[in-house]
């Protein structure tokens, strides 16, 4: 349970002076050419990064109760059904055209 | 954890439960909004995948240097709302207040510069529809691509003004000393919905804004 966890002015600064150091990064890197897709997995890692960081630290999620960890991951894990199931059959319709002729 | 002298609404067996009905009812809601964006996130990457160029092609469209601002500042309107939940807890009441209308004034800078990039697009014809200024092979595909950016950071922006009314409703409240050391739920919660309406653009901004500078 989250109530009563104070968190030190210190650590949320210092959470928020990363964030920012990933947001120039991810700024920056987007004008080099890592080829291929490596751009694009870069920036999504990077966003992740932060994400995980503001719903650990501002969101107090790191101090709550395994139950509202069970509710967050159920949130995600049906996000991720969205993504790949959709993804499963909409990547795959080029191989099936290409077996086809 | 249970402290009885605490009030309670009288279906809760102490002030304790009840703050975690609040908590678990909040991550329920946002478990809808991940849903939410999440189907706008899926339509985005199918049609990124059908037009790669297209998108890249219109990402670079975009202010970059305002889009990099802007997720400064939300990012520090999250750090003071961080600050005011802390204010809360600590049943500081000045520098809750404080911490509040500074979160309301950034989110406030984040809506006038969305507002100046929207003005540019329209200015500069990149709204889909009749009045499309792109034209060759990649249009059609560029119009899909401002069509998701402006559903994307439209609805991302609807957040952000709910977001205003909301912390307005706390600031009155925080005024009348409704919060205290026992009671600051509804800070903790709203907080809960700001940082996730951050964390939605932490996203947003590479996908919209990054797509492309590397093939400029």
């Given at each position: 349970?989250?109530?009563?966890?104070?968190?030190?002015?210190?650590?949320?600064?210092?959470?928020?002076?990363?964030?920012?150091?990933?947001?120039?990064?991810?700024a920056?890197?987007?004008?080099?050419?890592?080829?291929?897709?490596?751009?694009?997995?870069?920036?999504?890692?990077?966003?992740?990064?932060?994400?995980?960081?503001?719903?650990?630290?501002?969101?107090?999620?790191?101090?709550?109760?395994?139950?509202?960890?069970?509710?967050?991951?159920?949130?995600f894990?049906?996000?991720?059904?969205?993504?790949?199931?959709?993804?499963?059959?909409?990547?795959?319709?080029?191989?099936?055209?290409?077996?086809?002729? | 954890?249970?402290?009885?002298?605490?009030?309670?609404?009288?279906?809760?067996?102490?002030?304790?439960?009840?703050?975690?009905?609040?908590?678990?009812?909040?991550?329920?809601?946002?478990?809808?909004?991940?849903?939410?964006?999440?189907?706008?996130?899926?339509?985005?990457?199918?049609?990124?995948?059908?037009?790669?160029?297209?998108?890249?092609?219109?990402?670079?469209?975009?202010?970059?240097?305002l889009?990099?601002?802007?997720?400064?500042?939300?990012?520090?309107?999250?750090?003071?709302?961080?600050?005011?939940?802390?204010?809360?807890?600590?049943?500081?009441?000045?520098?809750?207040?404080?911490?509040?209308?500074?979160?309301?004034?950034?989110?406030?800078?984040?809506?006038?510069?969305?507002?100046?990039?929207?003005?540019?697009?329209?200015?500069?014809?990149?709204?889909?529809?009749?009045?499309?200024?792109?034209?060759?092979?990649?249009?059609?595909?560029?119009?899909?691509?401002?069509?998701?950016?402006?559903?994307?950071?439209?609805?991302?922006?609807?957040?952000?003004?709910?977001?205003?009314?909301?912390?307005?409703?706390l600031?009155?409240?925080?005024?009348?000393?409704?919060?205290?050391?026992?009671?600051?739920t509804?800070?903790?919660?709203i907080?809960?919905?700001?940082?996730?309406?951050?964390?939605v653009?932490?996203f947003?901004?590479?996908?919209?804004?990054?797509?492309?500078?590397?093939?400029?």
């Amino acid at each position: 349970m989250s109530a009563g966890h104070v968190v030190s002015v210190k650590l949320y600064a210092a959470i928020f002076g990363t964030l920012l150091v990933l947001t120039l990064a991810t700024a920056g890197a987007a004008f080099i050419d890592l080829g291929g897709s490596l751009n694009a997995i870069l920036a999504l890692l990077i966003a992740g990064a932060k994400a995980l960081l503001v719903i650990l630290f501002f969101m107090h999620v790191l101090y709550s109760s395994r139950l509202t960890w069970v509710f967050i991951g159920a949130g995600f894990f049906w996000l991720l059904i969205l993504l790949a199931l959709t993804l499963a059959d909409v990547l795959s319709r080029g191989w099936l055209q290409a077996a086809v002729g | 954890m249970s402290d009885s002298n605490l009030a309670h609404a009288h279906q809760f067996d102490d002030a304790a439960q009840q703050h975690e009905a609040s908590w678990l009812g909040m991550w329920i809601f946002l478990g809808t909004e991940i849903m939410f964006f999440g189907g706008m996130f899926l339509g985005y990457t199918v049609y990124r995948g059908d037009y790669p160029a297209a998108f890249a092609d219109a990402s670079n469209r975009l202010d970059i240097t305002l889009g990099t601002i802007n997720t400064a500042v939300l990012i520090l309107s999250s750090f003071t709302m961080a600050l005011a939940v802390r204010s809360a807890q600590l049943g500081a009441r000045r520098p809750l207040i404080a911490c509040l209308g500074l979160t309301m004034a950034l989110g406030a800078v984040f809506l006038g510069i969305k507002f100046t990039e929207y003005y540019q697009k329209f200015v500069e014809h990149l709204v889909p529809g009749g009045g499309f200024g792109l034209s060759g092979p990649l249009a059609g595909a560029e119009q899909i691509f401002f069509s998701f950016y402006f559903a994307m950071t439209g609805m991302h922006a609807l957040h952000m003004i709910i977001g205003l009314g909301l912390l307005t409703a706390l600031i009155v409240k925080a005024r009348r000393g409704r919060f205290s050391v026992a009671y600051n739920t509804p800070v903790e919660v709203i907080g809960l919905y700001w940082h996730f309406v951050d964390i939605v653009w932490i996203f947003l901004f590479p996908l919209l804004y990054l797509v492309g500078r590397h093939l400029q």
